[in-house]
């Protein structure tokens, strides 16, 4: 046992090689693209959805934030703003919260008496003075400022009744003027109540030059021009205290170098500067300007707009808005849950795979045992799939050749007894005669032929079943009369027959359906009916009958018979075959009669060689008996041309065989 563990060792190839370690790796890179594939759907349509849900929280956030920014930059306070806030939640399915800066609650849309608790975070913080440009959708817009001040945060630049209908007038003056001359026009009013004309194209400049203007339009009002001055003396404060020059404030917030002394202008109107004087400022003045005006307008706004407060938007259970986060812990979830896969796939690759190559590991151990020489149990067969039937074939193929190296041994073992027995006699008359007990005359002389014939017989036979399996017997065919072959058996035999008491006859064809011609060797096809006809008699009692017959396939009642054949039929009266010695009786050196006395029996390849001449022709050989009432041997054989189609050697004469005195032409059928 151990020897053979350690041979099973030594044979099995290294894991890299071995069929085992193939499919663990293959399953693993499997696995492995598996898990990658599926991390990597899984995330591209999880961020996908996110991203989607995302950017619909998004937009329903920023309308929220909108909403409410715009009603702080039209309140001074909060107050009543919870309305709003519970319209926005219940068109939006959100809730929606406002707490001052320090957290206490302003609005909240939440029905619950104890609502769930805010998030650490809010969503936005509500101030129409610092927007968030994210969300709004109101800075950067055509007529807006492009600072972060809400342009519906107007304060004291809030247009009067009288003002906005004024200017409403002028501007849809300048709007049907300019559509008489073809130019189309919209009038647009702003945030303050102030209108505006705009040119619908893309080439405004077309207007400059038509009549349609109109300098109300363009001229501050008596409110915007107060609010103006008011802004204009903080901007100026703040530069005063930065050492800058001084500015002089547009409606639009533009601004230029003031070119006289403020007390002389008139106090509610706009100094026109028709040639400016060369500008003495530098970069660093505009930006300060820009900063003392950013800084001014919210001084001017802060009593007329709402304070900052917080915006919290989430769903109607307190979460907030979904995202994804792949910190560190959801990297070694996914990478634990991968890790997981991967030896779930190897332990499940390990067990297939010894299960898998356990029996061929027997196979290639049974197989060497078979190649030592050794006596090899049978594989284990469990299961019904390839590998089993590989398994059960195995064990067939042992089986096989073990009954094919028992015969070879009872082969060699009777051939030596075959061969012994001539021999023996032969040396038992020479020693006789060399010690004067025996005179050479010719019955002496006689008995040594014969015994050198059968000595002869028996090597011929052995040569023809070696020529037969090598593929080297020699045929040489020609067109053959069946019924002439069958004749000349018939008379061969005769004497023999009419000795054993024994009726031979040769059945002539039917009239209206003659045998085929074949394309055969006669000689070698007249020695394999002699074998057969040899045989009957030898096994026929005295009183009993021989026939031999020939036809085609049209008459056979065998429904195996196929068109183009010959059937020739060898039957007799004789004792007949057992059932359990009938699949045998083509094997060579097997002899019901288990004696080897040669009155009994021959030397047993007779009919092994009527298979193998038969086969070399193309046909095929069987028989049918019933134990004591008589056989029926039955060659077919193809008809015509085709019968030298069999798998025989190279064609030459037949090699005719010495007889001995006084035997008959087919003697050599004695050795069936």
């Not at 090597?459 to 037969?468: G, P, S």
């Not at 023999?496 to 011609?517: K, M």
């Not at 074998?531 to 085609?552: D, E, F, I, K, M």
Request: aromatic residues 2%; charged residues 20%; negative net charge.
């Amino acid at each position: 046992m151990l020897r053979v563990r350690r041979d099973q060792r030594r044979t099995r190839p290294p894991l890299r090689k071995s069929l085992f370690g193939r499919l663990l790796a293959v399953s693993v890179l499997v696995a492995a693209c598996s898990v990658a594939a599926t991390a990597w759907l899984a995330v591209q349509t999880t961020s996908g959805a996110i991203k989607q849900e995302q950017g619909q929280n998004l937009t329903a956030d920023a309308r929220i934030y909108n909403t409410l920014l715009g009603y702080a930059a039209g309140h001074p306070t909060w107050d009543g703003v919870e309305r709003t806030v519970r319209d926005l939640a219940r068109q939006s399915g959100r809730r929606i919260t406002l707490t001052t800066e320090q957290r206490h609650p302003l609005a909240d849309s939440a029905a619950l008496s104890s609502p769930p608790a805010l998030p650490p975070q809010a969503s936005a913080i509500v101030d129409p003075l610092s927007v968030d440009t994210a969300l709004s959708r109101t800075t950067d817009r055509a007529g807006g400022s492009a600072d972060r001040v809400d342009p519906r945060a107007v304060g004291p630049f809030q247009l009067s009744a009288a003002e906005r209908t004024a200017l409403q007038h002028a501007a849809d003056r300048s709007a049907a003027c300019l559509s008489r001359i073809g130019i189309a026009a919209d009038v647009v009013r702003g945030p303050s109540g102030r209108p505006r004309v705009e040119i619908v194209g893309n080439d405004p400049d077309r207007v400059q030059n038509t009549r349609c203007t109109t300098d109300e339009l363009d001229s501050p009002t008596a409110t915007e021009q107060k609010a103006l001055d008011a802004l204009n003396q903080l901007a100026n404060a703040c530069l005063k205290r930065q050492d800058r020059p001084r500015i002089q404030l547009d409606l639009d917030l533009s601004w230029g170098d003031v070119s006289v002394p403020e007390a002389a202008a008139p106090p509610a109107t706009v100094i026109p500067l028709a040639s400016p004087a060369p500008s003495t400022r530098t970069g660093e003045d505009d930006r300060a300007t820009a900063s003392c005006v950013d800084t001014a307008r919210r001084e001017q706004l802060s009593s007329y707009v709402a304070s900052p407060a917080l915006l919290f938007i989430g769903d109607e259970g307190g979460t907030t808005v979904p995202g994804f986060d792949l910190s560190p812990t959801n990297t070694a979830k996914i990478a634990g849950t991968a890790a997981l896969v991967l030896a779930l796939t190897v332990g499940a690759t390990v067990l297939a795979g010894s299960r898998l190559v356990r029996p061929l590991h027997a196979l290639t151990g049974a197989a060497q045992r078979m190649r030592d020489g050794e006596d090899s149990a049978p594989v284990l067969v469990s299961d019904d799939n390839e590998i089993g039937r590989l398994a059960a074939a195995f064990n067939d193929m042992a089986d096989h050749r073990a009954r094919l190296e028992a015969q070879r041994k009872d082969m060699v073992s009777d051939v030596a007894h075959e061969l012994r027995t001539p021999l023996s006699n032969i040396r038992g008359w020479l020693e006789a005669a060399q010690d004067g007990l025996a005179e050479p005359d010719p019955a002496f002389i006689a008995s040594l032929h014969t015994e050198a014939v059968q000595l002869q017989h028996i090597i011929d036979d052995l040569q023809d079943l070696a020529a037969a399996d090598a593929g080297a017997l020699r045929l040489h065919p020609e067109p053959v009369r069946i019924e002439d072959v069958l004749a000349q058996v018939a008379a061969a035999h005769q004497a023999r027959a009419e000795t054993a008491g024994v009726a031979l006859s040769a059945l002539p064809a039917a009239a209206d359906a003659p045998s085929p011609e074949l394309w055969a060797d006669p000689v070698r096809l007249r020695q394999a009916i002699g074998n057969l006809v040899s045989n009957a008699v030898r096994h026929t009692p005295s009183g009993g009958q021989v026939t031999v017959r020939a036809y085609g396939a049209g008459v056979s009642t065998d429904e195996s018979a196929a068109d183009g054949e010959v059937m020739v039929e060898v039957a007799d009266t004789g004792s007949g075959i057992s059932a359990e010695h009938l699949p045998h009786v083509f094997d060579r050196f097997w002899r019901a009669e288990k004696s080897r006395s040669r009155r009994t029996g021959g030397s047993g390849l007779g009919l092994a060689i009527v298979r193998k001449l038969v086969e070399a022709h193309g046909g095929s050989v069987s028989a049918v008996s019933v134990e004591g009432q008589g056989s029926v041997f039955t060659l077919r054989l193809p008809a015509g041309p085709a019968g030298q189609v069999g798998p025989q050697g190279v064609t030459g004469p037949a090699k005719a065989r010495p007889q001995p005195a006084g035997a008959d032409a087919t003697n050599d059928a004695d050795q069936a």
